[in-house]
């Protein structure tokens, strides 16, 4: 018998993809839910556009004015004491029974934030729920919603 002294050729190594596709895979299904998960957290906001033409102000509309120090106005009527309780009741009288009524805040630009949450607060306590704030233009100088 002949002996073979020829150093032999190692096998050629092989790349197992099992586990590899494992991985791939829970990576594609961590990414998957997570970017679902992504969709339900953000807050969908519709930002105003104040490059629009000034609308006409319509009968059906209530314009509640908050200046910088915090004073209410409801269609051009001043409410003499500033809280939420009355900003209600002027809301419901200023709505007469009709809760689908928008409500235009038309605040400074330097009011303080809560007297904006305060009318806000009252709309939603006298059941007006359409809201919308006013804006002015950047070109034109008027007001536009």
């Known amino acids: ?5 020829r150093p032999r050729r190692p096998d050629e190594p092989e790349i197992n993809l099992i586990p590899f596709i494992d991985v ?10 997570t970017t679902t998960y992504a969709k339900y957290t953000q807050l969908k906001v519709t930002l105003p556009v104040a490059e629009s033409n000034r609308l006409d102000s319509r009968p059906r509309e209530i314009i509640v004015g908050v200046s ?11 409410v003499e004491n500033g809280g939420i309780d009355t900003l209600t ?10 809760r689908d009524r928008p409500v235009i805040i038309s605040a400074d630009a330097m009011a303080a934030h809560q007297s ?4 806000m607060d009252a709309a939603r306590r006298a ?7 006013a804006t002015q233009s950047t070109g034109r100088g008027g007001s536009s919603r």
């Open 24 to 33: 791939l895979l829970v990576v594609l299904i961590f990414l998957v839910l």
């Open 89 to 98: 009741s002027a809301l419901l009288a200023a709505a007469q029974g009709e």
């Open 68 to 78: 910088s120090e915090g004073r209410y106005s409801i269609n051009g009527q001043p």
């Open 116 to 119: 904006v949450i305060n009318v």
């Open 127 to 133: 059941g007006l729920v359409q809201l919308t704030f």
């Open 1 to 5: 018998m002949a002996m073979n002294f």
